[in-house]
């Protein structure tokens, strides 16, 4: 993968990779489509905001609606419709994820579907060939992530399978081809815990097999914020300059911003939609329940620092309004601005970088977000 560091303020980076689907810059968020859409958002909407690559799922694309129709389809791009980049993960997290419905093993995971109970294997291979299927830009390898809190040992004896899963995803990956004339990349996941010795050793190991870029897995599960920022940290601090930094799962603008600090490139996180659809919306002064009865008057716009179309052309009574009446309409705005909000905040944070005065933009915006935060 062609990537290019553009810029760097301390640890924080600006950069952008070059897809068969076009560019991406980064720092950026990925909103989540899960099973080929985003949801309550066309695809018109995605690329107004400026959405520059989309994250599917493919342990659900897997279920449905199948590798066979979507190969037939001439990959997830042509089905969804979408001409830019995609990253798939690679259905690990979902499936381990299924506690009373899998069962690990050293070749792979067996697992029943939530869907029909059918039992289906991902190993390192099978998860190889449906990306392939997919035709997605960026492929994760299988890997497991341990819950927190777990024992050093397990977290240890989990790492070594994630390991060996790697190696043998990267053997299969250079067995195979694309099925869709546009290249792909693989990406590995470092996993460890919150124990540094464990990240240590998958971060070296993983580097030494020369993926196109590389992942913290196995963050924002419970630990509390601060140790994932040192994790993150030092997970960072082990994997190549020359290749971007994905960590995923994560999370609150908080979280993006702070992570941002400590070298990542890449993000994702279901919070601004599956949160904007359960009326919560993000702001630069913190969150604001529109279902909450003190908006039943209030005519302002959603957010008076955002210029996206949900906030030009509705406001907050109105959004209540739409929250009340249960339309599907107030889905749609709310999950519009929230993504809008992170997708500027991206853009910000590269402009902070570029012109190197990121640390100063980072606690302006931080100690907004608190204060109003503490305050509401």
């Known amino acids: 993968m062609n990537f290019q560091l553009i810029a760097q303020d301390g ?7 070059e897809t068969g689907h076009g560019p991406v810059e980064t720092p950026v968020f990925m909103p ?8 309550a958002v066309g695809r018109g909407d995605l690329e107004k905001l400026g959405c520059q690559i989309l994250l599917g799922n493919t342990y659900h694309l897997y279920l ?6 979507l ?45 029909d109970g059918s039992t289906h294997v991902f190993t390192p291979e099978s998860v190889v060939q449906i990306q392939r299927s997919l035709g997605s830009d960026i492929m994760m390898v299988l890997d497991e992530c341990p819950p927190f809190p777990s024992e050093p040992g397990y977290v240890s004896r989990s790492n070594d399978r994630t390991l060996a899963w790697a190696q043998r995803c990267a ?15 693989l990406f590995g996941i470092v996993q460890g815990g919150i124990h540094r010795e464990v990240r240590e050793r998958s971060a070296r190991a993983l580097v030494k097999l020369n993926f196109d870029g590389y992942s913290i897995g196995g963050l924002a599960v419970g630990e509390p914020a601060e140790t994932m920022y040192d994790i993150t940290q030092f997970s960072a601090s082990m994997l190549p300059e020359s290749k971007p930094r994905y960590l995923m799962g994560v999370g609150t603008p908080e979280n993006l911003v702070e992570s941002i600090a400590r070298g990542v490139d890449m993000f994702d996180c279901v919070l601004p939609t599956r949160n904007g659809r359960n009326g919560m919306i993000f702001t630069r002064r913190g969150t604001v329940n529109i279902r909450n009865a003190k908006y039943k008057d209030d005519f302002g ?10 906030c030009r052309q509705s406001s907050r ?7 009340q009446v249960r339309e599907v309409l107030g889905l749609q705005l709310a999950t519009v601005h929230n993504l809008s ?8 944070a590269r402009a902070a970088i570029a012109g190197k005065r990121f640390p100063a933009w980072k606690e302006a915006f931080l100690k907004l977000l608190r204060t109003e935060v503490a305050v509401s």
């Open 64 to 69: 449905r609606p199948g590798t066979e129709l």
């Open 11 to 17: 640890a924080a980076r600006a950069g952008v990779f």
């Open 32 to 39: 989540v489509g899960t099973q080929g859409s985003v949801k």
């Open 301 to 310: 716009p959603i957010d008076p620092d955002c210029s996206c179309d949900a």
């Open 317 to 323: 009574a109105y959004l209540r309004h739409l929250f």
């Open 341 to 348: 909000f992170y997708c500027t905040l991206m853009r910000e």
């Open 71 to 115: 190969e037939r389809a001439g990959g997830l791009h042509k089905f969804v419709g979408w001409e830019r980049p995609i990253l798939t993960d690679s259905g690990g997290y979902q499936v381990f994820s299924l506690t009373d419905l899998r069962t690990i093993r050293d070749d792979g995971v067996e697992f029943r579907s939530h869907v």
């Open 171 to 185: 053997e299969e990956f250079g067995r195979t081809r694309p099925l869709f004339g546009h290249q792909q990349y």
